[in-house]
Structures are given as C-alpha cells and as structure tokens.
C-alpha cells in the first residue's frame, strides 16, 4: 500500500508564508511525479502544483505561480510546498497526490491522496 501524509498546515495572516510537507511511504518514490491539489467549502478541487520523480519538471496553476514553489527530496521520501504572500482566497484543505507521470497528476487522475491539511488565511 501507498501512505501519504500531509503535514504544515495551520493559521496564517494575509501575505505570510506557509511550508507543507507530505510524507511518502512505500519502495520507488522517485519514479513517481507528485503534486498538490486544494479545496475549499464549496468548492471543486483545483489543481496547484506538479514536479516530476527525476528531473524536477515543475508545473503550477496560474494562481499561484511566482507565490508557490514545489520542491521534493527524495532521500527522504517528502515532497514540500513553499507558499509565501499568502492571500485569502489561498484558505482551502491541501491535498497530496502522486502518480506515474506529471501530465497524470496535474489532471488529478490518480489513485494516491492524502488526508489533507488545512490551511487558513485570516484577511
């Protein structure tokens, strides 16, 4: 079985930072690409960021581009999520995904999640 965690979430006033972190279990870590994905009350998930096992491709959703950074170290099986000038419309449980390729998991069409960690922006 696959277990991912998501850790770092918390309270954070408008234009602060935040790091997430999601643990990984399991053999071959670094062949898979991983990314974040996030949802708020009543709302659809969306998409944040995606990097790919070796290289370090990196994909992100506009919203968050030049905000977030997604980063990965695979010696210890965690994948990592810089969020720094924080707005309140970033406020929304963030979810940790992987799957075999980046295009898989930017569309979300995977099979492993996380149970979320929830972050809150205060305006």
């Known amino acids: 079985q696959v277990q991912l965690v998501e850790s770092g979430g918390g309270l954070v006033q408008a234009g602060g930072s935040l790091r997430l972190s999601c643990a990984a279990s399991g053999r071959t870590f670094s062949t898979y690409a991983m990314g974040w994905f996030r949802q708020a009350p009543g709302k659809e998930r969306e998409f944040v960021a995606a990097i790919t096992g070796i290289s370090g491709r990196t994909d992100y959703a506009d919203s968050v581009k030049g905000r977030f950074t997604i980063s990965r170290d695979n010696a210890k099986n965690t994948m990592y999520l810089q969020m720094n000038s924080l707005k309140p419309e970033d406020m929304a449980v963030y979810y940790c995904?992987?799957?075999?390729?980046?295009?898989?998991?930017?569309?979300?069409?995977?099979?492993?999640w996380g149970q979320g960690t929830q972050v809150t922006v205060s305006a």
């Open positions: 995904t992987r799957g075999p390729s980046l295009s898989t998991v930017v569309a979300g069409l995977t099979a492993d």
